[in-house]
């Protein structure tokens, strides 16, 4: 070992240091950008599973397969994609009422 105990204790210090700084997870605006990410893609899809849900229950129900399946999907999916729009418009408005308020 070279150089004094307290030369070595500094080192140490400073490279544990600077792993927890890599490892210090992400920052509050990475957590703010992953959750926006898992809303929207959350969104989109409930929009598609409930208008494919309901058209399977109604094509059982009135016997009119696959037909009520296909216009229910495609009506689930315009669904999502306008949740997901509105979503959108609401993380940006937040976002820049946070940009007013000097907090980013």
Request: proline share 3%.
């Amino acid at each position: 070992m070279s150089g004094p105990p307290d030369e070595f204790a500094d080192r140490l210090r400073a490279a544990k240091e600077r792993q927890a700084g890599r490892a210090g997870g992400s920052s509050a605006a990475d957590r703010r950008g992953m959750a926006a990410g898992v809303r929207i893609a959350v969104d989109l899809v409930a929009g598609i599973v409930v208008g494919i849900g309901m058209g399977l229950a109604l094509d059982h129900w009135l016997g009119t397969k696959p037909w009520l399946l296909v216009v229910f999907t495609l009506f689930g999916f315009a669904a999502g994609v306008l949740n997901v729009v509105r979503t959108a418009k609401q993380l940006d408005a937040e976002r820049a009422a946070a940009k007013a308020r000097g907090e980013e």
